[in-house]
């Protein structure tokens, strides 16, 4: 089956900090990855995704790559803000046809101190 | 922009009532699903739908029943609200089974 497997926390920063919050995965076939970012008392929002080995995804200063050999999807920043404070979800996509949507770790709270 | 909107942010019910919670997508999107979150535990599938009046069981569908009549609309349904039923619920939709999912905001659902 499925899973996912990432860094529970809390992870406690300073502002300016680099950031990883490490994420690996067990599939079968060929699986589409994510990280999702959920702001206190918010839904969960789609940060970044890679759908293939050694792509990469990036957006608002976060990146994370596809690493087939490592089964790995490690998000990463350079810089943190205070802002940056949520709890942060890996996931994976089946492409095997699996009709049962996203499979989640169990989120990463990151805090950010000024 | 896809909106997923979930009808309640937080509600308050009592143990044994039958508790609706509902998710409206505005994307014409074919899948919808219902998460519930807990500490500790992340985000456990609770039931998802692939097309009108289709349904499918997640990981914990026991307690739980749901419905959807319009393609744009998924109902949870609580048969008989317990305590261990108190939880963040989230309800998610996507275009296609390789797509993202976009999520509402949540419903913080306490029985008492």
Known sequence: GNSVTQMEGPVTLSEEAFLTINCTYTATGYPSLFWYVQYPGEGLQLLLKATKADDKGSNKGFEATYRKETTSFHLEKGSVQVSDSAVYFCALLNSGGGADGLTFGKGTHLIIQP | ?112
């Not at chain 2, 307690?63 to 349904?77: A, N």
């Open chain 2, 1 to 112: 922009d896809v909106k997923v909107t979930q009808s309640s942010r937080y509600l308050v019910k009592r143990t044994g009532e039958k508790v609706f919670l509902e998710c409206v997508q505005d994307m014409d999107h074919e899948n919808m699903f219902w998460y519930r979150q807990d500490p500790g535990l992340g985000l456990r599938l609770i039931y998802f739908s692939y097309d009108v009046k289709m349904k499918e069981k997640g990981d914990i569908p026991e307690g739980y029943s749901v419905s959807r009549e319009k393609k744009e609309r998924f109902s949870l349904i609580l048969e008989s609200a317990s305590t261990n039923q108190t939880s963040m619920y989230l309800c998610a939709s996507s275009e296609g089974w390789h797509t993202e999912a976009f999520f509402g905001q949540g419903t913080r659902l306490t029985v008492v």
